[in-house]
T-cell receptor, first 111, second 116 residues
């Protein structure tokens, strides 16, 4: 079993839709739950992160973690064509040196 | 621009040749990582440096791969006797000592290797 499982998609939605991206993980020691966004032919960049369970909102983006079910979600409200990218979940142990990435979900937002 | 810089951006080589990639991290970052990414997959950890010390190397990394970070500044990743299976994007990332918990990674744009 992989440490992080993520549906690679692709996921295609119309502009303005609410998008839900999800990951599951197996390591209960993970405490930080990062989301990176990767545009085509670019390196990933950190979008947002949460610590432990709960929700965190940043503009149109909401990250949610349920540690009891080891389930991570990223919601995008009012999706825009500029949101078209690959979204990578990346949980990690606090103070650990290594970040493990999911396979990434390719998102296409159609104008 | 003070971001992570990688060179060359694209390398095409024949099977059996050696290739070397260079990474210049953000200057004040003490941690440096190499990842490999293939189509449809997330970045896969290869190796990690803290300053000039290589502290971890993935078991997936064969002995044809070697990385260095002399003087804790730039890093090089060398692949000897390349194979077609080495074709991938090689990503370098750096991280600040101030981000010990989150380990926020700043990635370069990658070096794409094509082995013919």
């Amino acid at each position: 079993q992989k440490e992080v499982e993520q549906d690679p998609g692709p996921l295609s939605v119309p502009e303005g839709a609410i998008v839900s991206l999800n990951c599951t993980y197996s390591n209960s020691a993970f405490q930080y739950f990062m989301w990176y966004r990767q545009y085509s032919r670019k390196g990933p960049e950190l979008l947002m992160y949460t610590y432990s369970s709960g929700n965190k909102e940043d503009g149109r983006f909401t990250a949610q973690v349920d540690k009891s079910s080891k389930y991570i979600s990223l919601f995008i409200r009012d999706s825009q064509p500029s949101d078209s990218a690959t979204y990578l979940c990346a949980p990690r142990v606090a103070g650990g040196f290594k970040t493990i990435f999911g396979a990434g979900t390719r998102l296409f937002v159609k104008a | 621009d003070t971001g992570v810089s990688q060179n060359p951006r694209h390398k095409i080589t024949k099977r059996g040749q050696n290739v070397t990639f260079r990474c210049d991290p953000i200057s004040e970052h003490n941690r440096l990582y190499w990842y490999r990414q293939t189509l449809g997959q997330g970045p896969e950890f290869l190796t990690y440096f803290q300053n000039e010390a290589q502290l971890e190397k993935s078991r997936l990394l064969s002995d044809r791969f070697s990385a260095e970070r002399p003087k804790g500044s730039f890093s090089t990743l060398e692949i000897q006797r390349t194979e077609q299976g080495d074709s991938a994007m090689y990503l370098c990332a750096s991280s600040s000592r101030k981000a010990l918990d989150t380990g926020e990674l700043f990635f370069g744009e990658g070096s794409r290797l094509t082995v013919l």
